[in-house]
């Protein structure tokens, strides 16, 4: 779109939509700053847009950050800033669902940046499409250390964590889900809010909740956010064994938000454990062509990866990749056998749960 397409759409005189922009953090307070900062140099109109800061009271500095920012010298934004008890991503949503007044409602994580025209492609595409769920690309900026961008590249990977298409898609159209994303208030107004039984997992359920009712998700290649992540190998395992758990587990609460490629990691384990019993009784075939089949799988990627490296440091790391690999799902796997296994008494534990209701529609206020 040319600029002065774009100017033409700031300076309509159809009103322009409150835009509430929501940031829920937890152990953040290094990243809320330019976070924030990125989102205060929109080119939107300020007095159409409020700031909903969600922290988890964690004594971790994060809610003193907020308050920084928002009394900083120049803020002539509208700032709430919200305590999240549970200390959880859905239920820090949820709290912020309730308080917002705007008819737009974005997301961004702490951990990341927004390009300047952010806040205006996303309205955009919400009034000219006629869209309801609308956002762009998550790029990503490289660590600097070694580990970082030797963790990077298996992130990376097909291989290694799988993409979704959106982070693949360079041209517009409709997606699965979406990242940093734009909702009109409708969509919450009809599907309620995020389930609060999922620590992880959440956007996948309540983005499922919203494909069943028909609501759709548009990508927009000019709508540009950048991720700021610093990975380290401990931090990854951990992320790892942590998603795999709640992959496990939302099988008690939403089982069609997970496909076959979720599972594959624990599949995998389970066929070490057995083949390695087998090995035990001499017979050997299995682990060979189960280790075998996967450290070919591995080197191949290796070798793409550092094919596609742009920089000469990163295909030096390319051979040790087979290995990171091998980590992240093994550690991936036993977090998902953990989390079916936790599934009985968590049922008992979640029964009569109901998804809360954040924002009803306006007709019932």
């Known amino acids: 779109m040319s600029e002065t397409k774009e100017s033409a759409f700031l300076e309509t005189e159809t009103p322009l939509p409150m835009v509430s922009i929501v940031l829920v953090a937890h152990k953040a307070a290094t990243h809320v700053g330019p976070c924030l900062d990125s989102l205060r140099a929109q080119d939107y109109p300020v007095e159409r847009r409020e700031f909903l800061l969600v922290h988890s009271d964690a004594g971790d500095g994060t809610r003193e950050a907020f308050e920084s920012w928002r009394d900083g010298p120049g803020c002539d934004e509208r700032v709430t800033i919200l305590p999240n008890p549970k200390r959880i991503l859905s239920a820090g949503w949820n709290i912020a669902l309730a308080a917002a007044k705007g008819d737009v409602i974005v997301r961004l994580d702490a951990h990341a940046l927004a390009e300047a025209d952010f806040l205006k492609h996303n309205v955009r595409a919400l009034m000219e499409r006629d869209e309801s769920i609308v956002g762009g690309p998550r790029r990503s900026i490289n660590p600097t250390d070694w580990s970082g961008r030797l963790v990077g590249m298996a992130e990376r990977s097909l291989f290694g964590a799988g993409q979704a298409a959106f982070r693949r898609k360079t041209s517009p159209g409709y997606v699965d889900t979406l990242a940093h994303a734009a909702y009109h208030r409708r969509v919450f107004e009809t599907v309620g809010g995020y389930d609060e039984r999922l620590v992880r997992n959440q956007d996948l359920e309540c983005h499922h909740r919203m494909r069943q009712v028909g609501f759709r998700f548009f990508f927009d290649p000019s709508i540009v956010s950048v991720h700021l992540a610093r990975p380290t190998f401990k931090g990854m395992l951990r992320q790892k064994f942590a998603n795999g758990y709640w992959t496990g587990l939302s ?29 035990a009784a001499r017979i050997w075939w299995p682990l060979t062509l189960i280790a075998g089949s996967y450290c070919l799988c591995a080197i191949v990627a290796a070798i793409i990866e550092a094919v596609r490296a742009e920089k000469m440091g990163e295909a030096a790391l390319a051979p040790l990749l087979p290995i990171v690999f091998l980590a992240m799902h093994v550690a991936n796997g036993i977090g998902l056998i953990c989390g079916v296994a936790a599934i009985p008494v968590k049922t008992r534990q979640w029964r009569g749960y109901e998804i809360p209701r954040p924002i009803v529609p306006k007709e019932r206020h």
């Open 251 to 279: 099988l008690a609460v939403a089982p069609q938000c997970s496909s076959l490629r979720h599972f594959i990691p624990g599949l995998f384990v389970l066929g070490l454990l057995m083949a390695g019993a087998l090995a």
